[in-house]
Every structure is written in C-alpha cells, then in structure tokens.
C-alpha cells in the first residue's frame, strides 16, 4: 500500500470533489428530445462538445453566461446549423430535461462505498444553482451523499478556469493537494491537476484518456464510478 501511495499520489486526499454533468447525471437521457427534433440522437454529442466549447469561450473572453441559457442558445443554434426549425417549446424543455437528469446507474453504489469508507464529498458543477426548485443532484436522488455542493456560477468562470478550483479549496479550508477531483472529461482532470488536485477519470461512453506526454495524466483511470471508488478504497483505507 505505501508503494501504491508513493507512486502516484503523496498524501490521501482530504477530500473527493466530484463534476456533475455526465459524471454523475446522464445526459443521455436527453437523447429523445434530439431524436424528435433533429430526427437523430446523435446531434446530443454535437450540441454538448458546443456546450463546453462556448463555456470555455466566454470564461477566455472575459464574459459569462449562466450554464442553462448557453445551453438553450446552443440548440437554437444547432438547428440552424442542420436547417431544422428548433420551438420555443423545445428549447424550454431542454432547460427542464438539464435541471431532471438521472444518475448514472453506478452512481448512487459507488458514492455508497466512499461515503462508508468515510470519504468526505463534494461536488463542483457548471450548472448554477436553482433558487426556484431543486438542484440537478437533488432531482436524481444524489443529493445527500455531498456535504457541500459548488458551483461556478460562484466566481463566473466555467471549469477549467484555475479559480474554480481554488475556490473549493479555499472554502474548505485545505490545500489543493489535498482534494481529489472525480470527473469523465480529461479537460476536466487536466484543469484540476494543473491547478494542484490529483484526480481520477471515470470514461463515460464518448470520453477516454488523453495520451499526451506533456499533460497531466489521470491518477486512477476506471470505467464507472464503483470501480473507481473500489481503488481508492484499496490505496486509503
């Protein structure tokens, strides 16, 4: 277990800090919107690499948009892009689909194996809080497996801007060595580990590690999130 430790990690993490969207609640349960409107699931994919091109964009060009409009403006612009009429009725239930995502079927086992292996949880999310009605995670059921739940909309930069991840750092109290980010996007894992985190990729359908020498690499690289909890149990506890 010390060899374990040594090789890639130093210290156990005081804390776990877990993205949102597609980590945990499954876009793919939009896919029937896309199906209707576009006549093809698979604009889903297209719409969403916009969705995290354009967040990217507006945090580099010093603007900010909040998570669920950009995604709404995305669609519309989406249909124009296939020549497809997009409803004010579409885009409304898109907003509505965003806010009622489930979990991933592995989600709720794997936090319960970190949560009882006394892992302390977090989450950190593009999405902005919901002052009219619940958060995402408390519409998927998932809620009260976090002790605090962050969000960007806190300093109005998206993921990976470094001051997301300082932000929950600092709030916490410990340093950026000691937390330990959970994500399915390598943008996501290379942000956190570039600004002090060590981090873990679960690969979601349509996400893989980046095998580039210069980049931070995943600590721990697993294909859900029970596994993933499983190795951190093995190296912590």
Same mark, same amino acid.
């Given at each position: 277990?010390?060899?374990?430790?040594a090789q890639w990690?130093?210290?156990e993490?005081?804390v776990?800090?877990?993205?949102?969207?597609?980590?945990?609640?499954d876009?793919?349960?939009?896919?029937?919107?896309?199906?209707?409107?576009?006549?093809?699931?698979?604009?889903?994919r297209?719409?969403?690499?916009?969705?995290?091109?354009y967040?990217?964009?507006?945090?580099?060009?010093?603007?900010?948009?909040?998570?669920?409009?950009?995604g709404?403006g995305?669609?519309?612009?989406?249909?124009?892009?296939?020549g497809?009429?997009?409803k004010?009725?579409?885009?409304?239930e898109?907003?509505?689909?965003m806010?009622? !995502?489930? @979990?991933?079927?592995?989600?709720?086992?794997?936090?319960? &194996?970190?949560?009882?292996?006394?892992?302390? *949880? %977090? +989450?950190?999310?593009?999405?902005?809080?919901?002052p009219?009605?619940?958060?995402?995670?408390?519409?998927?059921?998932?809620?009260?497996f976090?002790?605090?739940?962050?969000?960007i909309d806190?300093?109005?930069?998206?993921?990976?801007?470094?001051?997301?991840y300082?932000?929950?750092?600092?709030?916490?109290?410990?340093?950026?060595?000691?937390?330990? !980010?959970? @994500?399915?996007?390598?943008?996501?894992t290379v942000?956190? &580990?570039?600004?002090?985190?060590?981090?873990? *990729? %679960? +690969?979601?359908?349509?996400?893989?590690?980046?095998?580039?020498?210069?980049?931070?690499?995943?600590?721990?690289?697993?294909?859900?999130?029970?596994?993933?909890?499983s190795?951190?149990?093995?190296?912590?506890?």
């Amino acid at each position: 277990m010390a060899d374990d430790k040594a090789q890639w990690i130093g210290e156990e993490p005081s804390v776990l800090v877990f993205d949102v969207n597609e980590t945990l609640i499954d876009f793919e349960s939009l896919g029937p919107l896309f199906e209707r409107v576009f006549g093809d699931r698979r604009v889903l994919r297209e719409w969403l690499g916009h969705l995290i091109m354009y967040s990217m964009t507006i945090t580099l060009s010093g603007l900010y948009e909040e998570y669920f409009t950009l995604g709404q403006g995305l669609l519309q612009m989406v249909g124009d892009i296939h020549g497809v009429e997009v409803k004010p009725s579409d885009v409304e239930e898109l907003r509505t689909g965003m806010l009622t !995502m489930p @979990a991933h079927p592995d989600v709720e086992p794997g936090l319960r &194996q970190l949560k009882d292996a006394g892992f302390r *949880l %977090v +989450t950190l999310t593009n999405s902005p809080p919901n002052p009219k009605g619940k958060s995402p995670l408390e519409h998927a059921g998932i809620a009260s497996f976090f002790e605090r739940q962050f969000t960007i909309d806190t300093v109005r930069a998206y993921k990976p801007a470094p001051q997301v991840y300082h932000m929950v750092a600092q709030d916490l109290g410990v340093p950026a060595f000691s937390c330990f !980010m959970v @994500a399915a996007h390598v943008w996501d894992t290379v942000g956190a &580990q570039s600004n002090g985190y060590t981090a873990g *990729l %679960v +690969t979601r359908p349509g996400n893989a590690p980046l095998p580039v020498r210069s980049l931070p690499q995943p600590n721990i690289v697993a294909p859900d999130l029970p596994a993933l909890a499983s190795e951190l149990i093995r190296i912590w506890r």
